[in-house]
């Protein structure tokens, strides 16, 4: 089964830990909150990583991995959640239905709001597992918590080069130093030293790295030397006893001083960043006043030899980022200077020109890439946001470039943000008309999009005194979405008639033709729709091309044109997949469900059609509360039962057994493909831990098993932990009922 997981992957080995990770597993067995703490650089979030890593198979929805750092709102935690797993509608209820592990990663700067927040969504959803890390815990019921201590160092006693080389700081010191000196290894010579070196850094892991990077350069005793120097790590018997947390500061302020004046500068500027950065942007906000943008690439690559800035690779970009640690010195030393006030004002307005450049019209653009690009950079985009709202002077700019994200709002599954941010800002800000008109119609349209059609009227109300094509087709969205077709109509033509193109136009076609089409004229809704695809594919709107498609679809559908309906409507998936719109994606895999039931492939309209019903979850109202294409709907689950007799059930599992990538990969594909292989039946178990289940049903006892099994006693207990942890249980007589509901499905 196709698995999902959103962890960062891993630049360097991981090195050590193997009792820490262990816990954590066994932990996460027997408590759906489980808390990592530590001091800073003691390697909590790696520790996380390689846990979260090697639970996958007890996730049957994946693992996604939220990182905090660069949030510092507490109101907007759920939202920050929301966005990383691409949850457009409630957060609580897309989780009730799955079965998935959500690490939190930072969370000491929000520990009361994540305490509370993961409170709530452990109540409302079973199936769910949280793993954060923090310097403090949680204090939420039913946590455990883990402390993660530095790692072990050699003992003043000495020993053999290859018995110090087994000790975790300097495995981890070694290789590290590898990574800059290959010809490097441990001897006779600099054992003591590099033993004396990992007790002085007293086993922090990000001080061991940092002081690796430079002994790669500089014999250890050297090295030792120089610390001694620059005096911030002194022996460890030097008379007065350290916290671990001034040993960590220590160890980054003795690279701050082995850094150029311009790696300094740029190392301070680059704590503006919330989020990971791409050169081209650090070049645009971090660059003048000693420090010009030809020399900000030299410098970032200084950084990253030094460990100061962490490197991330793609197929697609490279992009940088500040450990935590690194950037909280860098701030530390900003403070008071003024110096933050500049930064976030230059950020700010780098990130105004990016949406005031991504919502110009410019026709031939792909703007279903810039939404991928921008969803990408969204922790700087909402920093800037966030910076606008909170500064009464600049709340203008704020609101117009909340207006210049609007497609993003739309098509990029931000409309909650977005729709959030407009309510916000307009009543606490000052603005022309064209501005304020503006925010109402996309707040109207926001709402609207969500169902909430009471507060997409008043908005729309608020906007009538303005008047002009863009508020009459506003009057036809709304009456389209009330049901009020002849309404609907009347205005869109109106409006059609009078805007003269770009967004307003398209979404006004695309709704005229999804209107005509429900009142039954398929051949006007045709032509409505063909031109607005044409529009569409002219002002490489690609995302109202999705739905231009998809409702096309629909149309020739109606009229059995299943050989046309059918590309059209995976030529709509595959947008909506890159853009991570759920309700959009779940919208067609439905649809694709229907023309594969009218070309007589019930089996796999039944998979479909299933995971289609996963995917809707709670995102917008399923079908978006359309009785027509309930209808529809209700039609097709009576035709196929009828079909498939036995075969229904067995086909209803495997499609909600499917991940979202693979109803995505199975609804693209062409033919009655079976998945049965990929999804097993007794998915998320295992073939064995399968055998151990329908023993459970039996009745058997844990001992009985193993003797029917010829295994141990002990591998008998892991296995029905593993099927409680996997089902989300905490008795045995769920797991009996689970398995006789599976029997029962069987063909």
Not at 49 to 57: D, E, G, K, S
Not at 358 to 374: H, Q, T
Not at 716 to 745: C, M, P, Y
Request: glycine share 8%.
């Amino acid at each position: 089964m196709a698995w999902r997981a959103t962890l960062p992957t891993a630049t360097t080995s991981f090195v050590g830990r193997r009792q820490e990770v262990a816990d954590v597993r066994r932990m996460l067995q027997r408590s759906r909150l489980v808390t990592i703490t530590g001091i800073a650089g003691v390697g909590k979030t790696r520790v996380a990583i390689r846990a979260a890593q090697l639970m996958r198979r007890a996730f049957t929805d994946g693992i996604w991995f939220v990182e905090l750092s660069g949030h510092t709102d507490p109101d907007s935690l759920e939202q920050v959640i929301a966005h990383a797993l691409d949850v457009t509608g409630d957060l609580a209820a897309h989780l009730a239905q799955r079965r998935l592990l959500l690490v939190l990663d930072t969370c000491e700067h929000l520990a009361d709001a994540c305490s509370a927040l993961v409170q709530y969504l452990l109540r409302a959803a079973p199936g769910l597992h949280v793993l954060a890390t923090s310097r403090q815990a949680l204090r939420a019921p039913g946590e455990h918590a883990l402390i993660v201590r530095p790692l072990q160092v050699p003992g003043t006693e000495g020993g053999a080069d290859q018995d110090v080389a087994h000790v975790e700081s300097v495995a981890l010191f070694l290789d590290r130093v590898a990574g800059v000196d290959p010809e490097f290894e441990i001897t006779e010579d600099n054992a003591a030293a590099v033993a004396e070196l990992c007790r002085r850094l007293e086993g922090i892991p990000l001080a061991v790295e940092l002081a690796a990077v430079r002994a790669g350069r500089l014999p250890v005793d050297e090295l030792l030397a120089l610390m001694d120097a620059h005096g911030p790590l002194a022996h460890a018997d030097a008379g007065v006893r350290r916290g671990r947390h001034s040993t960590m500061q220590a160890a980054i302020a003795w690279s701050h001083e082995l850094c150029s004046a311009e790696e300094r500068l740029l190392w301070e500027r680059l704590t503006v960043f919330a989020g990971t950065f791409d050169l081209t942007v650090a070049e645009i906000v971090c660059s003048g006043q000693a420090l010009p943008a030809t020399r900000v690439y030299p410098t970032l690559a200084g950084l990253v030899e030094k460990s100061i800035v962490i490197r991330e690779r793609d197929e697609r970009h490279t992009v940088y980022r500040l450990p935590d640690s690194v950037r909280e010195f860098a701030a530390a030393r900003l403070e008071g200077t003024g110096e933050p006030e500049r930064l976030r004002t230059r950020h700010r307005e780098h990130y105004y020109a990016v949406a005031l450049a991504f919502g110009a019209d410019r026709p031939g653009r792909d703007r279903v890439e810039d939404v991928v690009r921008l969803r990408a950079d969204w922790a700087n985009l909402r920093a800037a946001l966030e910076s606008y709202a909170a500064d009464p002077q600049a709340r203008e700019h704020g609101l117009e470039m909340g207006l210049w994200l609007g497609y993003l709002w739309m098509f990029g599954g931000m409309a909650r943000y977005g729709r959030r941010y407009l309510e916000r800002l307009l009543p606490a800000t000052r603005c022309p008309d064209a501005v304020r008109r503006d925010a109402l119609l996309q707040l109207a349209h926001l709402a609207a999009g969500r169902g909430d059609l009471p507060e997409a009227r008043a908005a729309l109300e608020q906007a009538e005194p303005f008047g002009g094509p863009a508020v009459v087709k506003m009057r036809g969205t709304v009456s389209f979405c009330e049901g009020d077709l002849e309404a609907a109509e009347r205005h869109l033509t109106e409006a059609i008639a009078g805007l003269t193109g770009g967004l307003p136009l398209t979404n006004a076609t695309v709704e005229l033709g999804l209107t005509l089409m429900l009142a039954g004229r398929t051949a006007e809704a045709d032509e409505a729709l063909t031109r607005a695809r044409a529009l569409c594919q002219a002002e490489g709107d690609g995302g109202t091309a999705a739905w231009a498609e998809l409702a096309l679809a629909l149309v020739r559908r109606l009229g059995g044109q299943y050989a046309e309906a059918e590309p059209l409507a995976r030529a709509a998936l595959r947008t909506q997949a890159s853009l991570n719109v759920t309700f959009a994606r779940a919208f067609c895999v439905e649809v694709l469900g229907w023309l594969a039931a009218d070309q007589d492939m019930p089996a796999r309209a039944v998979r479909l059609l299933s995971a289609a019903h996963r995917l809707w979850g709670y995102e917008v109202n399923p079908l978006f509360g359309s009785p027509v294409f309930a209808a529809e709907r209700r039609r097709y689950d009576r035709e196929l039962r009828e079909s498939l007799g036995q075969q229904y059930g067995r086909s209803v599992v495997e499609g909600r057994a499917m991940s979202a990538e693979e109803a995505i990969a199975d609804a693209l594909s062409t033919g009655d493909v079976p998945v049965a292989e990929s999804v097993p039946f007794w998915a998320p178990l295992t073939p064995r831990e399968a055998d151990v289940a329908e023993l459970v049903a039996d009745g058997l006892t844990n001992r009985l098993i193993a003797q029917r099994l010829v295994v141990a006693r002990r591998t008998v207990d892991t296995h029905v932990e593993n099927i409680l942890a996997k089902l989300g249980f905490s008795g045995r007589g769920q797991v009996a009922a689970w398995v006789t509901k599976r029997r029962q499905q069987a063909p």
